[in-house]
């Protein structure tokens, strides 16, 4: 069906806005309040809207557009993903490809830009100053079990999808220093004095930037990681 022509400007605005958006990344979130609602929930006011069609144009909102400013301010190269309904309910909505952070950082996929935004802000004023605080040196590789599938909660067959479902989450194993030892989430969080100090450091930082943040303290689920995404209001376990 043809397009009637009224409409025509209007659609090469927003294409022309979608393809405007270069590499780059953001400065950090405004600090949170370390108190929340729930972990994890598939759905909140930060769970982002679906699509109504898939390989629409992204990024041509108001607030996504700040978010990809952002991100284009604080000089960390990203790309811009077109919007996906994955079916099943699974989705990835102005999200993006983090392509640099100032630390390589291992599995990343498709992320919203809130959460891509405020990750590698935690990793620039969080991690980088702790691993030269409690190691004296620096983290040389940030590893993660990645960010976008399409899975409910714990990979049951049933219950609630899961923030990664949205994009909306990242769930991060462990840190890689200079002189070649990782600290990770198993057998560091019940490990070395310094370890202990240094992951719970994050645990902290990531609880003020992050709507919620699981650590092995939370269940057995998450023994070898943080789960951080942008759902809740800063539930911190």
């Avoid at 049951?156 to 220093?177: I, K, M």
Wanted: hydrophobic share 35%; with cysteine.
């Amino acid at each position: 069906m043809a397009i009637p022509s009224f409409l025509q400007p209007r659609m090469l605005v927003a294409a022309t806005m979608a393809l405007a958006l270069s590499a780059c990344f953001g400065t950090p979130e405004a600090m949170k309040n370390n108190r929340g609602k729930r972990p994890d929930a598939s759905a909140s006011a930060n769970t982002p809207k679906r699509p109504q069609v898939t390989g629409t144009p992204s990024f041509t909102g108001a607030e996504a557009q700040q978010c990809a400013f952002d991100l284009k301010q604080a000089g960390v190269r990203f790309t811009p993903l077109p919007n996906q309904d994955h079916g099943g309910g699974c989705s990835s909505i102005d999200s993006v490809k983090l392509l640099d952070i100032g630390t390589p950082v291992t599995n990343l996929g498709a992320m919203t830009c809130p959460l891509a935004r405020n990750f590698a802000a935690w990793a620039q004023y969080a991690v980088r100053p702790a691993a030269r605080k409690y190691f004296g040196q620096e983290v040389v590789k940030i590893e993660t079990y990645g960010t976008y599938s399409c899975r409910n909660i714990y990979g049951g067959r049933s219950g609630r999808l899961s923030q990664h479902a949205y994009s909306n989450a990242v769930d991060v194993s462990g840190f890689v220093l200079a002189d070649g030892r990782r600290i990770m989430l198993d057998g560091g969080w019940q490990g070395d004095k310094p370890s202990q100090e240094f992951l719970r450091a994050l645990h902290k930082s990531a609880c003020r930037r992050f709507g919620t943040v699981l650590s092995p303290d939370y269940n057995a689920a998450h023994y070898n990681h943080f789960h951080l995404d942008m759902s809740g209001n800063g539930y911190c376990r």
